[in-house]
């Protein structure tokens, strides 16, 4: 479909954030190098440009993080409630403050859309640490019994599609209970951690509370197997998952796992279409559909699935794919080259396997990272695309003709993440969400994060839930 | 020192997001513990208190709509704007409550901390309070906590400042708007708190500051049909009971004085007082079996 009219470029300005040709890790207070002196590049997935160095954490570096992290713990665990829910509220003021920079480093160093960092990524971090902070010293009330305690240092490796976002959820209730952390962010997008670190010794953090050491996977195995780490959290791929599950097998460590998914995004006959698209072009092409919640397989009713296929198409041909910084661009470049492999490599799976491939027009940028928003029709359950999590901005259509047939093929799955229903009926909604396997349900809507809300999977998609009260309890000793 | 004239500061009240003087034009003589002078107060009239309900009734709306985020962030700007007047409420309620420097000055930092505490409440205590009801049926369930509406709250009498604000930001948390009688002997540092709310972002009307005899104001507040709810905190026994029954009439919820330590960390029913449960129900249908809502 031609565009009625073009859009004049509108670029976010990157003058207002001052990425330092190198970083070292944060580990007591203080930026140091690694002991081996290795170092990795991290690049703007949109240009490929070299965006700095960082520090690759080693065994021995890990080792020292979570030691400056055992030795603030005593006295940060012992302090009044009172005196860490103000910690927590300066970070939460100066996350505020700052969060023009951030959002413009989150797209530089992740590829992602301003938009979606200015509107939806730091407002949400924000959000997490005020409403953490606030309680640090109502922990009695939290349900958990009087006087509940921290567990102790906790080793935390999250993932590169919601970088600072995932640092809130796993920093912000890990130091309201008066746990100390280690994170590690992942390979591809340690920028933003790094200046939370700034952002840290800006609210006088004590030093050792939150240390961050940076690199691949090696890192971050190191940091879930070190023996004086008391609670392991990870966000990221299911595969890793169990080998973390694997590793804290037969020790004390409390362990918290937010995985994969496949989620089902079901659209019944009575659904408002307009609506529905709007939310199936949200949940799958929101963060280029590198997210874990992502309603990656549209269930349609079989009697309305043309109507709503003619209109989700015509409304994919109005996406506007580019540049990350542009403030009108919707789809923005893919985390990584690996990514991008991985996403056309089961693309092509999908083709081969005998799925019907469409897409809209869309010109890529000839640098960078790039996938053009894609729609699968003729899918079965059987299909490798309909079955494995792509990470991208891929949608798997399949249809439906009675509610039961639905509730059966959205839970067909390892996951159990998130799932979304779309119709005028409340009864049916509630009726289908009561039999759905899934740790998150959005009726009529999709992809609605709060910090109030608890977040996270059924089966294979993990265990443990973020966000809300229960959030709490990952990492508090109960 | 300088033999600068200082400038005086005229106190006045706080209705409606505005600061005007008693309607009545009359005001009363406030000193120190040592009976020294210290500023001419208005002496509010029951008209002033109206006033102050259909100013506190206009903002109701507003601030209970507010997200509870957003109330949370209000209440911390509070906090924020405090702080930066320590030294100036920390004279204030030394000159009050006729108490040391440094006493003065831990009573101020406690009363900013209660502010921290109340913001991390405004979207807690729903969760606290609410929860998913297991009925014996194929019902969606669940009850929640609303604010009540308007509440009149008689501050104590001892405590000027930080009695005054353990009361009110559990009442204005939850998404009430509240008209309060200030300590009748020590109102100064309650007038001089409507000038933080009034550059704290709190909506004119969330919180109306009147001083004056508290038998005079509480009377006609007590019998004040769109007055939802009275704390009796700041009032004695006689007075209590009188107002109580007078709170009768269209069935207020009454907070009854008790013996309180507020430097002591609050519980909740401070809040729980001034809050309605609301329980909603919806069918789920069910899948397939006969008997089907589909």
Redesign the interface.
Known sequence: MASAFEYAPAPESRSVVDIAPSYGLFIDGEFTEAADGKVFKTVSPSTEEVLSEVAQAGTEDVDRAVKAARKAFEKWSALPG?ER??YL?RIARIIQERSRELAVLETLDNGKPIKETRDADLPLVA?HF??Y??????LD???FGANPRPLGVAGQVIPWNFPLLMLAWKIAPALATGNTVVLKPAETTPLSALFFADICRQAGLPKGVVNIVTGDGRTGAALVAHPDVNKVAFTGSTAVGKEIARTVAGTAKKLTLELGGKGANIVFDDAPLDQAVEGIVNGIFFNQGQVCCAGSRLLVQESVQDELLDALKRRLSTLRLGDPLDKNTDIGAINSAEQLARITALAERGEAEGAERWSPACELPSSGYWFAPTLFTNVTQAHTIAREEIFGPVLSVLTFR???EA?AKANNTQYGLSAGIWSE????I???A??LRAGVVWSNTFNKFD??SPFGGYKESGFGREG??HGLEAYLDV | MSDRLSVFKTYKLYVGGKFPRSESGRVYEVTDSKDNWLANAPLSSRKDARDAVVAARKAFGGWSGAT??NR??VL?RVAEMLEGRREQFAREVADAEGLSKSKAAAVVDATI?RW??Y??????IA??TGGANPVAG?Y?NLSSPEPTGVVAVVAPQESSFLGLVSVVAPVIATGNTAVVIASEKAPLPALSLGEVLATSDVPGGVVNVLSGRTAELAAPLAAHQDVNAIDLAGADEALAKELEIAAADNLKRVLRPQPVDYFE?PG?ERMTAFLETKTVW???????AGGS??
């Open positions: 009172a829910a103000k509220f959000a005020f409403y902070a606030g309680w640090a010293d109502k009330h939290a349900g009675t509610p039961d509730v009926k409340g009864s049916r509630l009726a289908v009561n039999k910090p109030t809300g009260r | 509870a985020y949370g962030q911390y901390d921290v505490w913001a991390g409440w405004t979207d807690k969760q606290v194929p969606f960390t909740i919806h069918p789920t249908g069910s899948l397939g809502s589909y």
